[in-house]
């Protein structure tokens, strides 16, 4: 199955519109039991203190889906047919700085971030991220007190965006993309721009 940009901000929302997700560390989507519980506790112990043991169990009483932010991007591209495989086609596990890492696309959002729905969008340390999903908002697994949330962008402290590395996006939103980068590098033109003044100025000094 292709997945998308689009498949990746669709499946964000669904997650909202359900009201089922809660954050776990280390988690990609998936039910919240107490063989996970134990699992992860065991593998995280700074995440699964006593202190929030009671809520990590109301949550799988409750029937709950866990995840934490980048799980919420590894659980769409692992997933087919509603089910979720670890790797599922050899795609990676990586963190939220990996996936900043392995972004060929990306920029910093101060300069300018194309209007892309499913597109990452990272905090300055790069070890949170989120997925973009269109109109100014980024729906996000924001941490253990939060929950999954849908925020407004200008509300929340998110400064670089870039397409993941592991769906596809149209040809369209990769060019807007691969502008809104030169256009950061370039200070404010595109490639194509900057050549096109480069050119009529050297015609002008002739003439």
Not at 45 to 69: L, M, P, V
Not at 79 to 97: F, T
Not at 164 to 175: A, F, G, Q, R, S
Request: net charge positive; glycine share 14%; aromatic share 10%.
């Amino acid at each position: 199955m292709n997945k998308t940009g689009a498949g990746l901000a669709k499946w964000a929302e669904d997650i909202i519109a359900g009201g089922r997700h809660v954050y776990w560390y280390g988690t990609y989507c998936n039910p919240c039991t107490s063989s996970l519980l134990k699992g992860k506790t065991r593998q995280y112990s700074s995440h699964y203190g006593d202190n929030r043991q009671a809520t990590y169990k109301k949550h799988i009483e409750q029937g709950k889906t866990c995840t934490d932010c980048v799980g919420l991007i590894k659980g769409y591209y692992w997933e087919l047919n509603g089910a979720i495989k670890y790797k599922r086609n050899g795609l990676p596990d990586k963190g939220a700085n990996g996936m900043w890492s392995a972004a060929k696309i990306k920029g910093t959002i101060a300069n300018g971030m194309p209007e892309i729905p499913g597109l990452l969008v990272w905090t300055s340390g790069k070890g949170h991220v989120g997925v973009y999903v269109g109109g100014g908002y980024v729906v996000e697994a924001r941490g253990f007190s939060y929950g999954v949330q849908r925020n407004a962008m200008n509300k929340r402290a998110f400064t670089h965006w870039g397409l993941c590395p592991y769906i596809t996006y149209t040809e369209d939103e990769e060019k807007q993309a691969r502008e809104a980068k030169e256009r950061e590098a370039n200070g404010g033109e595109t490639n194509a721009e900057k050549a096109e003044r480069e050119a009529r100025e050297a015609k002008e000094r002739e003439a």
